[in-house]
Nanobody, 123 residues
Framework: QVRLVESGGGLVQAGDSLRLSCAAS??????????MAWFRQAPGKEREFVSA????????YSADSVKRRFTISRDNAKGTVYLQMNNLRPEDTAVYYC??????????????WGQGTQVTVSS
């Protein structure tokens, strides 16, 4: 099994930036085996897709709500995936989850999930 641990969340003001990190570990091997994604869930809402990156890092996908503001990337040598979030808005407030799957997906059927990191954006 792969263990995913998110970090980098916090309390920021609208317009600020954050970079989330997700470190992968476990006997299943390196993070390069998996496509990686970020999801988020706000109170009272369904978990929603944010962004995903293919195993090699050559293909990325993002929700319309975050395009041109958020950028996903990965460093397979470090077993880490990142989400650079710029120009944050209050509506971005949510728990952000890292996920891994054998192939890239934009739904919630990922094999492994982290515990989440809270991002709170104040106005």
């Amino acid at each position: 099994q792969v263990r995913l641990v998110e970090s980098g969340g916090g309390l920021v003001q609208a317009g600020d930036s954050l970079r989330l990190s997700c470190a992968a570990s476990g006997r299943t091997a390196s993070a390069s085996t998996y496509a990686m994604a970020w999801f988020r869930q706000a109170p009272g809402k369904e978990r929603e897709f944010v962004s995903a990156v293919s195993r090699g890092g050559d293909s990325t996908y993002s929700a319309d709500s975050v395009k041109r503001r958020f950028t996903i990337s990965r460093d397979n040598a470090k077993g880490t995936v990142y989400l650079q979030m710029n120009n944050l808005r209050p509506e971005d407030t949510a728990v952000y989850y890292c996920a891994a799957a054998p192939v890239v997906l934009t739904n919630t059927r990922y094999t492994y999930w982290g515990q989440g990191t809270q991002v709170t954006v104040s106005s």
